[in-house]
Structures are given as C-alpha cells and as structure tokens.
C-alpha cells in the first residue's frame, strides 16, 4: 500500500513537473544516545514549483539496517549570491530491518541549501531533526546531508 502511493506520488509529480531532480546523498544521522553518527546513503527525486519543491528521499543506513523513505516539503526563503537557502518540512516512514516491530512514522523539519556549478547540477547540504510520538524515541536525532542534485 505505501509503495503504492509513494509511486503514484512520483508518477503526479514527474507529470505535472516542468522540471525533475534527481539527486544523491550521504548523511550523518546523530541519534539520541549514541555520540557516534551513523552513515547512510540514498537517492533524491524531486521537482520545484517556483519557490516551492517537493522531494521523495530513500536513505539506507546500513550499520543499523534502517531504510528511510521521507517525503519533504520546501520552501526557498532567501538567494544569497548563488546559494539558495530552503526551509523543509516532512515526514519519514522508518523501516527498521533489526527490530520487527520498530518500524514508524516520523516527523521532519530543517533547512537546506543549495549551490549550482553548472547549469544543471547543484551541491547540496540539509539538516533535518526527526522526532516521533514513540515514548522511546530511540530514532529521534538530527541528520546531516550533502550531495549532488541533477535537474532535467
């Protein structure tokens, strides 16, 4: 059912977009309780509309074995220079791997930048802090990502 709707909510945004990124990243997920990040990467898919955007993000953590596929709203706030400066908010579907009955939802809100260095390629560096109503909260944290965006 999730993978059902997260295609047809790919299939909308890749018909009604003018224009699709596609991007790649590694992170930095600094979880409550432990002093070490945890390495992850993934995939981006994306697409603007003016200063809004929309993004569906698949991260893999592998020492933890925790799959994220998040869905983020953004909105541009500022252009300084060449830097665009975006305010993200989302939520994440967390498919924790190790833990059977550890897999939920959660919250997302952040910023990120971006930088061109061509015409159709970006660097890009977000923060986003994840929380959700588990009273354990033992994935709750701040990540860190940088990449490479690519836009059709």
Known sequence: MK???LAALLATLAISASALDIGIVGSGEFVKGSHNPVDGMGLTL?????AFSATVEADRQSVTNV???SL????DVAKLADVTVTAKAGVAYLDNQALIHDNRY?????AG???????S?????????QADRNPVHKLDGSTVAVGARYSF
């Open 3 to 5: 993978k059902t709707l």
């Open 46 to 50: 994306g697409q603007q509309f003016g």
């Open 72 to 75: 983020i709203g953004g909105y």
């Open 113 to 119: 930048v971006s930088y061109p260095v061509a015409k």
């Open 67 to 69: 799959n994220k596929f």
């Open 121 to 129: 390629v970006a660097l890009t560096a977000d923060y986003l802090y």
């Open 106 to 110: 959660a919250g997302l809100i952040g």
